[in-house]
């Protein structure tokens, strides 16, 4: 076998073995090139971890009385709830209060209308006690209320509560109506905190809704009416809101179960006031 060299032109006679040793070197050599370049694994891009999602902030401020402060509040339960969640809901609130006072009263004696002037809110809920006044008032001082939050650029929603033995000169019907009524006149949305007490007492007659006092709400009812309050500002069905850790005082009363009823319950009755509308 003969191989060529350039620069002088000339033959050389290699033995046979190492010649066809050589050449196997060099094609082998060639090969191992082409494939690795082939085979070659570009560099991964670095793994970019998502920006945690932006929660848009939401001011609520609560107006009402007992049925608003009771067990710590639905303001402060709201902000539990809010941080709970994942991604959190972004609520920040505030409520103003009096005990036994019905709308009348929180606007003539109290600081609720200069909080809503100058609070810069976005949600502001508006808790009507009716066995405690008037239907006639209720319709004049959920207006004036309702034209203020208005102003302020704030949206209003009237919490609707519910019956008790006590003052029963009016039944739970009777305050669904009239809640129905203004809603309707003031173009205004109701969370139809009473209508799901009612359900939720067809369904299950057996969970006490009340305190001892016949009155203001158990464990149970405060965590009713924060659902259906929710769920009627942010539009979303009560049974999303089911963090794993929810560490509201004296929830630990209702089991998973219980509290799931209490979510249904909440979704049902929303969907039932909202085809009554």
């Known amino acids: 076998m003969r191989l060529f060299s350039s620069s002088q032109n000339l033959?050389?006679?290699?033995?046979?073995?190492?010649?066809?040793?050589?050449?196997l070197t060099m094609i082998i050599g060639s090969t191992t090139t082409a494939v690795a370049q082939v085979?070659?694994?570009?560099?991964?891009?670095?793994?970019?971890?998502?920006?945690?999602?932006?929660?848009?902030?939401?001011?609520?401020?609560f107006i009402g009385n007992s049925f608003t402060f009771w067990r710590g509040g639905l303001d402060q339960h709201l902000k539990i709830?809010?941080?709970?969640?994942?991604?959190?809901?972004?609520?920040?609130?505030?409520?103003?209060?009096?005990g036994g006072a019905s709308l009348?009263?929180?606007?003539?004696?109290?600081?609720?209308?200069?909080e809503i002037r100058k609070g810069k809110y976005?949600?502001?809920?508006?808790?009507?006690?009716?066995?405690?006044?008037?239907?006639?008032s209720f319709q004049t001082y959920s207006k004036k209320f309702v034209d203020l939050v208005r102003e302020s650029g704030a949206r209003p929603i009237l919490f609707?509560?519910?019956?008790?033995?006590?003052?029963?000169?009016?039944?739970?019907?009777?305050?669904?109506?009239?809640?129905?009524?203004v809603g309707k006149s003031l173009k205004v949305e109701v969370a139809p905190v009473g209508f799901a007490w009612a359900l939720c007492k067809e369904r299950q007659p057996a969970l006490n809704l009340y305190t001892r006092d016949a009155e203001h709400p158990s464990v149970a009812g405060m965590y009713l009416s924060l659902l259906v309050i929710e769920s009627t500002i942010s539009g979303k069905s009560p049974l999303t809101r089911a963090p794993k850790k929810l560490e509201i005082p004296g929830l630990q009363q209702l089991n998973e179960k219980g509290r799931n009823f209490l979510r249904e319950v909440a979704r049902d009755a929303l969907a039932e006031w909202k085809k009554k509308n």
């Open 39 to 61: 085979e070659k694994i570009p560099p991964q891009e670095p793994k970019v971890t998502p920006a945690p999602e932006k929660v848009q902030t939401q001011k609520v401020l």
């Open 104 to 114: 009348e009263v929180m606007w003539k004696r109290t600081s609720a209308a200069e």
């Open 160 to 181: 609707m509560a519910w019956d008790y033995q006590r003052l029963n000169w009016i039944s739970m019907k009777e305050i669904a109506e009239a809640h129905f009524r």
């Open 11 to 23: 033959a050389v006679e290699i033995p046979g073995r190492l010649a066809t040793l050589l050449f």
């Open 81 to 98: 709830l809010s941080q709970s969640m994942s991604p959190e809901l972004g609520y920040e609130t505030k409520a103003v209060t009096r």
């Open 122 to 136: 976005d949600v502001v809920i508006l808790q009507e006690d009716i066995p405690e006044t008037t239907v006639e």
